[in-house]
C-alpha cells in the first residue's frame, strides 16, 4: 500500500484521526472471520487478553474492539475499530488476519479497507484465501509519533488457531466448541480471570507458514503513514522472535479457545395444562391497553432496554452496533438533563462499564409514523457532548439511507466528540432473531425472555412495524407511471426509488434473520460504491420502463434471485437462473429440473436457454409436468439454462396489510424462495476417476514379455 494520487481515495493518509475502523469484505456464503492483534516488539500478542476475535471481542484495554458481522449492498463485511489513543506504550505493532472456514469449497475473494473516524479510505488491499487458510492481513506499526500501515503478510495454515499460535497466544489443545455463551469461567465483561505463567511463546508450536503466492496485493507499496508529516517509512512487517531466543514467559489467562460456539436454536415451551385454545398464555410484555403514540413509544423502549440490559448475548450485539465496548450493561429510562433555560429528556439512557471506562450514549425512540427531527437530535447532541457522554442513538422505523448513514441530517461540527447512531426497528429485530436463532443464548431464562420481545416487537400495535409505508409520493408517481408522464427531474420520483431501496435492505434483514445467512443485494461494482450512480440507474428505470428491481443473493443457494416491481402492470415478478448440467441429453436435462420443483406451483414459468439462439422456450410448469417436449426445441438442441419466473399481483397502497405495496413484495419474494429457489441444487460435475488399472500378471510370468 502506498500513498496514491488524490482522485484515488483507498490509499489516503489522514494524520489527524486516532480511531481507525479495519473493515473486511467478501461476498458469497464463506464464513470468514476477522481477528486483530496488539503486538510487542518481537510480534507476539502483549497479553492473550489482546488477541480479539469472535470468542474475545474486546483487548484488554478495550484500543481493539470486534464489531461484529453486517450484510451490506456489495456483501458481508466484518470491523474492528481501533482506538490509538488507548494503544499502551509496550505496543510495538496491531496485526489483523481473515481465517476462512474449513468446509470452504472454493477460494474467497478478500477485500481489507483501513478507514479513519469520518469514513474516509486511508489504505486498501485485496487477497484470496482458501479453504482452511487464513490471510495474514497487514496491520498498523508505530513509526515516530505516528503510525503506518503494513500491507499483506502472506498466510498461515490451521485457520483461526494457526493465527492465534502465530501471535503467539497460547491455544486450548483438543478443544470443543461450547454454547454461546456458556464460559463458566468468564465474568460480566466477557472475559476469564487471569492465571498462571503460561509456557513461553518460544515452546509453542510452530503453524506451516505459506508463501503469499496467491495474494495479489493491491497498492502494496511504500506503507501509507498516519501520524507523521505525510512521510512514510517503509518497513518490514516485525517477524516473530528469532528461533532459539524466546520471549521471556509473560502472565496469562488459561489457554484461549478458538472453536467457535456452539448455537442452539431456541424453542418456546408450549403450553401443557390450557384445556382448549381459547386460553391464551399470559405474556410478559402485554400488547393490551396500548392507545396513544406517547405510550407506545414508553412500552417500546421500557421492553427494549430491559431486555438488552437482562440478555448479555443480545445487549452486546446491539451495543456493539453503536461503538460501545463489551462490559457490564445498564439501562435508564428518562433521565432529565440541563440545556440551557429546558430541560431535555431522551427516551433512554445506556451505560456500558468496562475496567475504570464508562461509555454512555442517550437513546431517542420512535414508533409507528413518528420522525425524527433535526432540532431534537441536535440538542441531544449538545447535551452527551456537554456531559462528556460517547453517543447519541436513535431509533425509529425509518431505515438509513445506507450502512453508517443517518436519516437526519445535523451540523457535522456537533459530531467532533459524539457519534450519531441510527437503528432501525427492523435492525433491533433482525438482532434479537439472529441472537436467539442462530447465535444462541445459553440461558433458558434469558432465552425466553428475548423470545418475548420477539413477539411483542413483531405485533402491529406495538408500533415497532419495520418498513411499512412507501411515503405519500408513491400514489402521484404511480400514477404518473401508468400515465406515461413521468420525468426524472420530479423530486417524487427520487424519493420513491429511496423508499424502494429501504425496502429491499428491510427485506434482507427479514430474510438474514430467518435463514441464519447473510442475504445481500448483488450490484455492479460502481453502482455498489457510488451512491448516485445507484440513485441514477434506478430512476432511470422507473421513468423509462415503470420497474423498480433488485437483485438478491442468498449464500448456498442455487442462483439469485431478481424481484421486480412492474408498476405499470401492478405485478410483482421473481426469477432464478442455473446452468442446465452438462452431461446427459436435453430430456435428461430438463427431468433433472422437474424433479428439483415437483412441489413448486403450477404458475411457475419456465424458460429453457439453447446455445447460439436468442430465442428460448416457454412453458408454465403445469404443462411442462404434463409433456416435458413443451421445453425443448427440437429432439436435437443442447439445453444450456433454465430460468424460472412467476409473477403475483403487486399491491397499489403506500401502506397496511391488504393491497399494499410492501406486503406484497415481501410475500412475492419469500414464497418464491420457499416454493422455487429453497429446493433447487446447482449441478455439480461428477469427481475425475482414475483409469481402471490393468489386470495383474499370473505369478511367475512378470519378465516373459507377455
Given at each position: 500500500?502506498?500513498?496514491?494520487?488524490?482522485?484515488?481515495?483507498?490509499?489516503?493518509?489522514?494524520?489527524?484521526?486516532?480511531?481507525?475502523?479495519?473493515?473486511?469484505?467478501?461476498?458469497?456464503?464463506?464464513?470468514?472471520?476477522?481477528?486483530?492483534?496488539?503486538?510487542?516488539?518481537?510480534?507476539?500478542?502483549?497479553?492473550?487478553?489482546?488477541?480479539?476475535?469472535?470468542?474475545?471481542?474486546?483487548?484488554s484495554?478495550?484500543?481493539?474492539?470486534?464489531?461484529?458481522?453486517?450484510?451490506?449492498?456489495?456483501?458481508?463485511?466484518?470491523?474492528?475499530?481501533?482506538?490509538?489513543?488507548e494503544?499502551?506504550?509496550?505496543?510495538?505493532?496491531?496485526?489483523?488476519?481473515?481465517?476462512?472456514?474449513?468446509?470452504?469449497?472454493?477460494p474467497?475473494?478478500?477485500?481489507?479497507?483501513?478507514?479513519?473516524?469520518?469514513?474516509?479510505?486511508?489504505?486498501?488491499?485485496?487477497?484470496?484465501?482458501?479453504?482452511?487458510?487464513?490471510?495474514?492481513?497487514?496491520?498498523?506499526?508505530?513509526?515516530?509519533?505516528?503510525?503506518?500501515v503494513?500491507?499483506?503478510?502472506?498466510?498461515?495454515?490451521?485457520?483461526?488457531?494457526?493465527?492465534?499460535?502465530?501471535?503467539?497466544?497460547?491455544?486450548e489443545?483438543?478443544?470443543?466448541?461450547?454454547?454461546?455463551?456458556?464460559?463458566?469461567?468468564?465474568?460480566?465483561?466477557?472475559?476469564?480471570?487471569?492465571?498462571?505463567?503460561?509456557?513461553?511463546?518460544?515452546?509453542e508450536?510452530?503453524?506451516?507458514?505459506?508463501?503469499?503466492?496467491d495474494?495479489?496485493?493491491?497498492?502494496a507499496d511504500?506503507?501509507?503513514?498516519?501520524?507523521?508529516?505525510?512521510?512514510?517509512?517503509?518497513?518490514?512487517?516485525?517477524?516473530?522472535?528469532?528461533?532459539?531466543?524466546?520471549?521471556?514467559?509473560?502472565?496469562?489467562?488459561?489457554?484461549?479457545?478458538?472453536?467457535?460456539?456452539?448455537?442452539?436454536?431456541?424453542?418456546?415451551?408450549?403450553?401443557?395444562?390450557?384445556?382448549?385454545?381459547?386460553?391464551?398464555?399470559?405474556?410478559?410484555?402485554?400488547?393490551?391497553?396500548?392507545?396513544?403514540?406517547?405510550?407506545?413509544?414508553?412500552?417500546a423502549?421500557?421492553?427494549?432496554?430491559?431486555?438488552?440490559?437482562?440478555?448479555?448475548?443480545?445487549?452486546?450485539?446491539?451495543?456493539?452496533?453503536?461503538?460501545?465496548?463489551?462490559?457490564?450493561?445498564?439501562?435508564?429510562?428518562?433521565?432529565?438533563?440541563?440545556?440551557?433555560?429546558?430541560?431535555?429528556?431522551?427516551?433512554?439512557?445506556?451505560?456500558?462499564?468496562?475496567?475504570?471506562?464508562?461509555?454512555?450514549a442517550?437513546?431517542?425512540?420512535?414508533?409507528?409514523?413518528?420522525?425524527?427531527?433535526?432540532?431534537?437530535?441536535?440538542?441531544?447532541?449538545?447535551?452527551?457532548?456537554?456531559?462528556?457522554?460517547?453517543?447519541?442513538i436513535?431509533?425509529?422505523?425509518?431505515?438509513?439511507?445506507?450502512?453508517?448513514?443517518?436519516?437526519?441530517?445535523v451540523?457535522?461540527?456537533?459530531?467532533?466528540?459524539?457519534?450519531?447512531?441510527?437503528?432501525?426497528?427492523?435492525?433491533?429485530?433482525?438482532?434479537?432473531?439472529?441472537?436467539?436463532?442462530?447465535?444462541?443464548?445459553?440461558?433458558?431464562?434469558?432465552?425466553?425472555?428475548?423470545?418475548?420481545?420477539?413477539?411483542?416487537?413483531?405485533?402491529?400495535?406495538?408500533?415497532?412495524s419495520?418498513?411499512?409505508?412507501?411515503?405519500?409520493?408513491?400514489?402521484?408517481?404511480?400514477?404518473?407511471?401508468?400515465?406515461?408522464?413521468?420525468?426524472?427531474s420530479?423530486?417524487?420520483?427520487?424519493?420513491?426509488?429511496?423508499?424502494?431501496?429501504?425496502?429491499?435492505?428491510?427485506?434482507?434483514?427479514?430474510?438474514?434473520?430467518?435463514?441464519?445467512?447473510?442475504?445481500?443485494?448483488?450490484?455492479?461494482?460502481?453502482?455498489?460504491?457510488?451512491?448516485?450512480?445507484?440513485?441514477?440507474?434506478?430512476?432511470?428505470?422507473?421513468?423509462?420502463?415503470?420497474?423498480?428491481?433488485?437483485?438478491?443473493?442468498?449464500?448456498?443457494?442455487?442462483?439469485?434471485?431478481?424481484?421486480?416491481?412492474?408498476?405499470?402492470?401492478?405485478?410483482?415478478?421473481?426469477?432464478?437462473?442455473?446452468a442446465?448440467?452438462?452431461?446427459?441429453?436435453?430430456?435428461?436435462?430438463?427431468?433433472?429440473?422437474?424433479?428439483?420443483?415437483?412441489?413448486?406451483?403450477?404458475?411457475?414459468?419456465?424458460?429453457?436457454?439453447?446455445?447460439?439462439?436468442?430465442?428460448?422456450?416457454?412453458?408454465?410448469?403445469?404443462?411442462?409436468?404434463?409433456?416435458?417436449?413443451?421445453?425443448?426445441?427440437?429432439s436435437?438442441?443442447?439445453?444450456?439454462?433454465?430460468?424460472?419466473?412467476?409473477?403475483?399481483?403487486?399491491?397499489?397502497?403506500?401502506?397496511?396489510?391488504?393491497?399494499?405495496?410492501?406486503?406484497?413484495?415481501?410475500?412475492?419474494?419469500?414464497?418464491?424462495?420457499?416454493?422455487?429457489?429453497?429446493?433447487?441444487?446447482?449441478?455439480?460435475?461428477?469427481?475425475?476417476?482414475?483409469?481402471?488399472?490393468?489386470?495383474?500378471?499370473?505369478?511367475?510370468?512378470?519378465g516373459?514379455?507377455?
Open positions: 500500500m502506498g500513498a496514491s494520487t488524490p482522485e484515488d481515495p483507498r490509499t489516503t493518509a489522514v494524520t489527524r484521526s486516532d480511531r481507525l475502523v479495519l473493515v473486511l469484505e467478501w461476498t458469497g456464503a464463506a464464513e470468514v472471520d476477522l481477528a486483530g492483534a496488539l503486538l510487542r516488539p518481537d510480534a507476539t500478542v502483549v497479553s492473550d487478553l489482546d488477541f480479539v476475535f469472535y470468542n474475545q471481542p474486546e483487548s484495554g478495550g484500543a481493539l474492539r470486534s464489531m461484529g458481522r453486517a450484510v451490506t449492498e456489495a456483501g458481508v463485511e466484518e470491523r474492528m475499530t481501533v482506538d490509538l489513543a494503544v499502551g506504550g509496550a505496543v510495538a505493532s496491531l496485526a489483523f488476519a481473515a481465517a476462512l472456514d474449513d468446509g470452504t469449497a472454493t474467497v475473494d478478500l477485500r481489507w479497507i483501513v478507514l479513519d473516524a469520518a469514513g474516509e479510505a486511508l489504505a486498501s488491499a485485496e487477497t484470496v484465501v482458501t479453504s482452511g487458510q487464513a490471510a495474514l492481513l497487514g496491520g498498523l506499526r508505530r513509526s515516530g509519533d505516528g503510525w503506518v503494513q500491507p499483506p503478510a502472506g498466510f498461515v495454515a490451521e485457520g483461526m488457531a494457526g493465527v492465534a499460535t502465530h501471535f503467539g497466544v497460547a491455544v489443545a483438543d478443544e470443543a466448541p461450547v454454547p454461546a455463551g456458556e464460559d463458566e469461567d468468564a465474568d460480566e465483561t466477557g472475559s476469564a480471570p487471569e492465571a498462571e505463567v503460561a509456557t513461553a511463546v518460544g515452546d508450536p510452530e503453524p506451516t507458514v505459506l508463501d503469499p503466492v495474494a495479489d496485493p493491491v497498492d511504500p506503507d501509507v503513514a498516519l501520524g507523521d508529516a505525510g512521510q512514510a517509512e517503509p518497513g518490514p512487517v516485525p517477524a516473530r522472535a528469532a528461533q532459539g531466543a524466546p520471549p521471556a514467559p509473560v502472565t496469562r489467562r488459561r489457554a484461549v479457545r478458538t472453536a467457535a460456539a456452539k448455537t442452539q436454536k431456541f424453542v418456546p415451551p408450549a403450553s401443557r395444562l390450557a384445556p382448549s385454545e381459547d386460553w391464551v398464555p399470559a405474556r410478559l410484555f402485554s400488547i393490551s391497553g396500548v392507545g396513544t403514540t406517547v405510550e407506545q413509544e414508553k412500552r423502549t421500557s421492553a427494549l432496554m430491559a431486555t438488552a440490559a437482562g440478555v448479555k448475548t443480545f445487549g452486546r450485539g446491539l451495543t456493539a452496533l453503536a461503538g460501545a465496548p463489551a462490559g457490564h450493561l445498564e439501562t435508564f429510562l428518562e433521565v432529565q438533563f440541563d440545556h440551557g433555560a429546558v430541560k431535555v429528556i431522551p427516551d433512554a439512557v445506556i451505560r456500558v462499564a468496562r475496567g475504570g471506562r464508562t461509555w454512555t442517550l437513546l431517542e425512540v420512535k414508533t409507528g409514523t413518528g420522525q425524527l427531527g433535526a432540532d431534537q437530535v441536535e440538542a441531544y447532541l449538545d447535551v452527551a457532548r456537554n456531559e462528556g457522554f460517547d453517543a447519541v436513535t431509533l425509529s422505523n425509518e431505515l438509513s439511507p445506507g450502512a453508517g448513514e443517518h436519516p437526519v441530517p451540523d457535522k461540527r456537533r459530531l467532533r466528540k459524539v457519534s450519531l447512531v441510527h437503528w432501525s426497528w427492523a435492525e433491533v429485530l433482525h438482532e434479537a432473531q439472529m441472537t436467539l436463532n442462530h447465535r444462541g443464548v445459553a440461558d433458558p431464562a434469558q432465552a425466553w425472555v428475548l423470545h418475548e420481545l420477539v413477539r411483542y416487537l413483531k405485533h402491529p400495535r406495538s408500533g415497532a419495520g418498513f411499512q409505508d412507501m411515503g405519500a409520493e408513491w400514489v402521484p408517481v404511480r400514477e404518473a407511471v401508468k400515465s406515461g408522464t413521468l420525468r426524472t420530479d423530486p417524487k420520483a427520487v424519493a420513491v426509488t429511496e423508499s424502494w431501496n429501504r425496502l429491499v435492505r428491510h427485506l434482507c434483514l427479514e430474510l438474514t434473520a430467518e435463514l441464519g445467512v447473510a442475504v445481500s443485494v448483488v450490484q455492479a461494482r460502481k453502482a455498489a460504491t457510488d451512491v448516485r450512480s445507484r440513485g441514477a440507474a434506478a430512476l432511470q428505470s422507473l421513468v423509462d420502463d415503470g420497474l423498480l428491481s433488485a437483485v438478491l443473493k442468498v449464500p448456498g443457494a442455487a442462483g439469485v434471485i431478481t424481484v421486480t416491481a412492474d408498476v405499470r402492470l401492478e405485478k410483482v415478478r421473481t426469477s432464478v437462473q442455473l442446465a448440467p452438462r452431461e446427459g441429453g436435453s430430456q435428461r436435462r430438463v427431468s433433472w429440473l422437474l424433479r428439483q420443483v415437483a412441489d413448486a406451483p403450477d404458475d411457475v414459468l419456465v424458460e429453457v436457454g439453447f446455445p447460439g439462439r436468442t430465442e428460448s422456450t416457454k412453458a408454465l410448469l403445469g404443462a411442462a409436468r404434463e409433456s416435458s417436449a413443451v421445453l425443448l426445441a427440437d436435437t438442441s443442447e439445453v444450456l439454462s433454465f430460468r424460472l419466473h412467476r409473477a403475483t399481483p403487486m399491491g397499489t397502497k403506500r401502506s397496511g396489510v391488504k393491497g399494499a405495496f410492501i406486503p406484497s413484495v415481501n410475500l412475492a419474494v419469500e414464497q418464491f424462495y420457499k416454493l422455487v429457489v429453497q429446493p433447487l441444487r446447482a449441478w455439480v460435475p461428477p469427481a475425475p476417476k482414475l483409469p481402471e488399472e490393468p489386470e495383474p500378471l499370473p505369478t511367475g510370468l512378470e516373459a514379455g507377455l
